[in-house]
């Protein structure tokens, strides 16, 4: 490995995402709407993502190749590695996303609390509860994932946080913890076909 370009002092921002469904969108496997079993969660890790605008005033401004890109932060006079990513081939002056791995003092919990079917056949109900954990000395905001997959025509019908809309299968929702605060999200979804 040769290493291609260094940058020091890039201004970038941390933030945190649980997806706790585990769905993967590259099985090729959709739930269909009947089915109850869907969604039922398991995944606790909290993914950590880095970003940064690829900018001369970012100290970087040149066409990145595609390949591996490191992080590293000052931990006294030496330097900590603190995770890896591959990136895309990038222009100078985008924004680049990156995972860098798991937070291990962030902690998600997802279980489904109701899934009802109408015997109309029309419409279903499901509940979502979300907890979550911040065991770090400092406070964070978890950007919460849900994918809305049974159909195409949903409606939020009570949720304890405003979600923001991605796209028009997912939202998230922005759940700011204090350090060492636990919180509880829910929210339920009307599926109709």
């Known amino acids: 490995q040769v290493e291609f370009t260094r940058a020091?002092?890039?201004e970038a921002n941390r933030f945190y995402v649980y997806d706790g469904?585990?769905?993967?969108?590259f099985s090729g496997v959709l739930p269909m709407f009947?089915?109850?079993?869907?969604?039922g969660?398991?995944?606790?890790?909290?993914?950590?993502?880095?970003?940064?605008?690829?900018?001369e005033e970012n100290h970087l401004g040149i066409p990145l190749p595609k390949g591996r890109v490191r992080f590293y932060r000052e931990?006294?006079?030496?330097?900590?590695?603190v995770g890896e990513a591959q990136i895309d081939h990038t222009a100078k002056d985008e924004t680049l996303r990156l995972k860098t791995g798991h937070a291990f003092d962030l902690v998600g919990e997802r279980r489904r609390m109701n899934f009802t079917k109408s015997p109309r056949r029309d419409e279903a109900t499901e509940t979502f509860e979300i907890k979550l954990r911040n065991r770090k000395e400092t406070a964070v905001e978890i950007r919460v994932v849900e994918h809305l997959l049974r159909w195409a025509n949903w409606e939020i019908t009570e949720a304890t946080l405003e979600p923001n809309k991605l796209n028009a299968q997912t939202l998230e929702f922005r759940v700011p913890l204090a350090a060492g605060e636990e919180k509880t999200l829910t929210y339920t979804v009307q599926y109709t076909w």
Do not use: C, H, M, R
């Open 41 to 55: 969660g398991g995944n606790k890790k909290v993914a950590s993502y880095v970003e940064f605008k690829n900018s």
């Open 34 to 39: 009947g089915e109850g079993e869907y969604g």
């Open 21 to 25: 469904s585990g769905f993967d969108p």
């Open 8 to 10: 020091e002092q890039v």
């Open 75 to 81: 931990d006294g006079d030496q330097l900590q590695f």
